[in-house]
């Protein structure tokens, strides 16, 4: 089993929807990345969390530390949010060292 | 302030030779980690270096070796390549402790 796990692996949704995507983790961590790539390959780091919730214009993410859970959430979904979206833990001891990977939700925001 | 800087973007080698990637981080930091994107195995880990040293290292075979400068600056190099060595190379600089910040990769395809 993953020690990261994320659902959906594929999404596809209209314009203007309401986008959820989860990840599960089962080890203990310090933080926790959700990154975004488009195709050409560059990553961005859109939020990193060890707690609560963060908020960035459309984009919200939460973390349950006690359900080693969190969710990503895209309010007002628009076709250049189409990507693929990645979850990753840093173990505790810090560093971008050994971050572990999530296999990745591919979304299409369709018009 | 710039970001990440990969170089080169994209490379192409023949099995058997060998290959240097370089990765310039965002000024100010001192740590550098680099990771191997493959469709089959997505995200992995290869090592990290916080000023000069090694600090953690993944599961790759010795033909993968990095170094990093006095200026931060890092390279990987990759020996006697294979066909399976065909990926996207990233790498990402933080202060040290768990954040991460992404260049726009390189990749590489062995022939």
């Known amino acids: 089993k993953n020690e990261v796990e994320q659902s959906p692996q594929n999404l596809t949704a209209q314009e203007g929807e309401f986008i959820t995507i989860n990840c599960s983790y089962s080890?203990?961590?310090?933080?926790l990345h959700w990154l975004q790539q488009h195709p050409g390959g560059g990553i961005v780091s859109l939020f990193m969390?060890?707690?609560g919730k963060k908020k960035h214009g459309r984009l919200i993410a939460t973390i349950n530390i006690q359900e080693k859970h969190s969710s990503l959430h895209i309010t007002a979904s628009h076709p250049r949010d189409s990507a693929v979206y990645i979850c990753a833990v840093s173990r505790p001891g810090g560093g971008a060292d050994g971050l572990t990977f999530g296999k990745g939700t591919h979304l299409i925001i369709q018009p | 302030k710039a970001g990440v800087t990969q170089t080169p973007r994209y490379l192409i080698k023949t099995r058997g030779q060998q290959v240097t990637l370089s990765c310039s981080p965002i000024s100010g930091h001192r740590s550098v980690s680099w990771y191997q994107q493959t469709p089959g195995q997505g995200l992995q880990f290869l090592f990290e270096y916080f000023s000069e040293t090694q600090r953690n290292k993944g599961n790759f075979p010795g033909r993968f070796s990095g170094r990093q400068f006095s200026n931060s600056r890092s390279e990987m190099n990759v020996s006697t390549l294979e066909l399976g060595d065909s990926a996207l190379y990233l790498c990402a600089s933080g202060r040290g402790g768990a954040e991460a910040f992404f260049g726009q990769g390189t990749r590489l395809t062995v022939v």
């Open positions: 080890v203990g961590i310090s933080a």
């Open positions: 969390l060890s707690s």
